[in-house]
């Protein structure tokens, strides 16, 4: 015989269910209340503003100009914007070979800018553009003094430019530091002829494909030198290194011996 329990019985398991299910539902919606406050209370307080916008990596232009470029401003909601959107923005710039935008905490942007390397400088009038390894050239913000990298004269045709640039690129920096200014001068025998003028004093003659493979050895060449005597260094072919007065005892003997020839009946 199945035992009968008494519906009085079950009440008691009844109202317990029933008041954790009640208790489960206050739960859920206090913890949703208290979530959306929260949110609403922090959306509208600076925690949800940009306090601070960082930039870093900036060398050809100021931070300013890359803070400007972002369309980001003190004050705006942190969560207004798309980080890889901002720094597309940044990467239009032809100067700027990538850049990468984080969220830094609650209040602060980061930037982080890496820039094409410099190469040298072009002559633009009485004004000097700064060339940088992708080839394009940009103007510089206030007064240029070319320290750190060559003045190119002379380079109309762009294919030679171009070739020069990929040989500056392959240079260790203290070397491409020490050359003052380089001239194109193309020979019958040789388009890629270039004349180097070096911060030292000294010349060297060159030829492009071979610059930077050659031009290596400079600072070993010129250690082996009397630092008192100034001259030409041929790396055209080999290395072999005269001395100015040589060279220029040698351009007056040949002046002076095309004058007599002139002058003989």
Same mark, same amino acid.
């Given at each position: ?21 009640? *208790? ?8 949703? #209340? ?28 100021? *931070? ?132 180097? #003028? ?41 290395? #072999? ?25």
């Amino acid at each position: 015989m199945e035992k009968v329990i008494d519906i009085e019985d079950r009440i008691p398991t009844l109202k317990e269910r029933r008041r954790r299910r009640t *208790n489960k539902k206050f739960s859920i919606l206090l913890f949703l #209340f208290v979530t959306t406050l929260i949110v609403v209370l922090y959306f509208q307080s600076s925690y949800s503003q940009i306090q601070t916008i960082r930039v870093t990596g900036a060398t050809l232009v100021s *931070n300013e100009q890359y803070i400007k470029q972002s369309t980001l401003n003190l004050g705006d909601s942190m969560w207004s914007f798309r980080e890889n959107q901002i720094a597309k923005l940044i990467e239009e710039n032809e100067w700027v070979a990538s850049a990468k935008v984080n969220r830094n905490w609650l209040t602060g942007v980061d930037i982080k800018v890496k820039e094409y390397k410099k190469i040298g400088y072009q002559e633009n009038g009485n004004d000097l553009l700064i060339i940088l390894e992708n080839g394009k050239n940009i103007k510089a913000e206030g007064q240029v003094v070319p320290m750190d990298g060559p003045i190119f004269s002379e380079f109309k045709d762009e294919k030679i430019r171009m070739r020069l640039i990929k040989e500056l690129k392959n240079l260790n920096t203290e070397v491409l530091m020490t050359i003052s200014q380089i001239n194109y001068t193309p020979t019958e025998n040789d388009a890629y002829s270039i004349q180097v #003028f070096m911060n030292d004093g000294n010349e060297v003659q060159a030829i492009i494909p071979s610059f930077s493979k050659k031009m290596k050895f400079y600072p070993s060449i010129v250690s082996q030198l009397d630092p008192d005597v100034k001259g030409i260094i041929d790396l055209e072919v080999g290395s #072999f290194f005269q001395p100015y007065k040589e060279v220029y005892k040698k351009v007056v003997k040949e002046e002076a011996t095309e004058v007599e020839e002139e002058q003989t009946p």
